[in-house]
Every structure is written in structure tokens, then in C-alpha cells.
């Protein structure tokens, strides 16, 4: 891409992760983006108040940090390309579910406009990725947010899986040798109490999974 440099894409994975963090975490701070990111903490201060400088983000007391309209419109841009990427590489080049975030991650940066709308087009208008995470529309609006967490279904109940909350290869791949996948249908047939664990069934067999995992996969009833 015509004058895309390595720090034009640092700044693009700043702005995704704000944008992440903002909408789709518990908020915005140094700490949480040093976490997201893998990087020191230090190195996350510098950068917001250059954002800041430059007019993408809005810096504020304690490390917190807002996009502002110019840097939402990076962040969302960014977004779009990583989770249609994704869904390319699934639904077109048939990877794995637990392979494709890291891939995207690097073809998010280089995806043009003109790749972007064939994209939207040849896979149909997808709302989400693979994972369940809506994709940002483009005129900058919040998606709808649907579903809750499968730990908060009542025992006896059905529910159908709508996504997962982390891209953890190692949580997806097991997630998929299960079954829990976007679209699959699950009963809770026990919840353990005390934080124990919660006993699912799904395609036919049953499985016990811990009480974290079960906060982290998204279902609606």
C-alpha cells in the first residue's frame, strides 16, 4: 500500500486495541493496552500521548484514553479488514478457527478499499467473524451486542452458541473439538455450585467444562 510504513501500522494496532478495549472490554488504560498489546507499559504511555498529539485518541488522567471521530475511523477501518480477513481464510480457504486471528492481524494492514468491498461482497455481508465478534459498520456506529455468557444459563435450559469471548488458539481449538462453535446448539444439565463446574450437552455428548470457560462463550436462547 502507497505509503504504508511499520509505523503507520503500529498506530493501526493502538487504534484497533482502544477500540477493542473501549467497546468491547472493560475500558481503556495503559495497564490493559500493555496487556492486549504485549508491551511495557512505558511503551503504551508514549505512544497514547503521540495519538493524542496527532488527534486519534483523547488522553485523560490515570492512563485512559477515548478515540476520538478520526480515530475511530482508523480503528473501525482496521476492525472491518481483520474480522472480513478472518472470515475469508475460514469460510473461503477453510483454516482452522484457531489459526486465523494471527493471519489477520498481518493481511488487516495491507487490505485496500476495493479489496475491502469484494471482500463484503463475495462473502455475502457477513455480520461477525468467525469468532462471533460483530464487524464494525462503516458509518461508525456500535453493532448490536447480542447474547450472554453460557455460565449464566439456568440449568435444564437450551441455548445456541452466538461466539467466544477470547481468540486464544489453544481455547478455540478445544472449544471446536467439542462442538461449541458459533450456530451449535447446547443444554446445561448441571452447574456445579461454589464456582465448580458447569455439564453441557452438545452434538450428542456430554461434557464438563470449568466455570471460566463458560463465561467466555457468548449464547442466546
Known amino acids: ?14 487504534l484497533e486495541a482502544v477500540y ?32 493524542a498529539t496527532d488527534g486519534y485518541i483523547e488522553h485523560r488522567a490515570r492512563g485512559e484514553a477515548k478515540l476520538t471521530t478520526k480515530g475511530l475511523e482508523v480503528a473501525v477501518r482496521v476492525m472491518r479488514r481483520h474480522r472480513l480477513a478472518e472470515r475469508l481464510l475460514t469460510d473461503i480457504l477453510g483454516m482452522p478457527w484457531d489459526e486465523v486471528h494471527a493471519e489477520a492481524c498481518m493481511l488487516e494492514h495491507a487490505i485496500s478499499d476495493k479489496v475491502e468491498a469484494r471482500l463484503v461482497e463475495v462473502l455475502g455481508n457477513p455480520a461477525t467473524c468467525p469468532h462471533g465478534h460483530p464487524i464494525p459498520p462503516k458509518d461508525l456506529s456500535d453493532p448490536i451486542r447480542i447474547g450472554v455468557p453460557l455460565a449464566q444459563i439456568e440449568s435444564g435450559a437450551k441455548a445456541t452458541v452466538h461466539g467466544v469471548t477470547e481468540e486464544v488458539p489453544e481455547i478455540l481449538r478445544y472449544l471446536g473439538e467439542i462442538g461449541l ?8 444439565t448441571e452447574k456445579a455450585p461454589l464456582g465448580g463446574p458447569v455439564t453441557i450437552a452438545v452434538n450428542g455428548a456430554t461434557y464438563a467444562i470449568s466455570l471460566e470457560l463458560a463465561r467466555m462463550v457468548i449464547v442466546t436462547e
Open 1 to 14: 500500500m502507497p505509503g504504508h510504513t511499520h509505523f503507520a501500522e503500529s498506530n493501526e494496532e493502538y
Open 20 to 51: 477493542r478495549l473501549e467497546r468491547e472490554g472493560p475500558g481503556v488504560t495503559t495497564s490493559g493496552l500493555a496487556s492486549e498489546l504485549g508491551v511495557a507499559p512505558a511503551s503504551v504511555s508514549g505512544m497514547l500521548k503521540k495519538l
Open 181 to 188: 462453535r458459533p450456530g451449535a446448539s447446547v443444554r446445561v
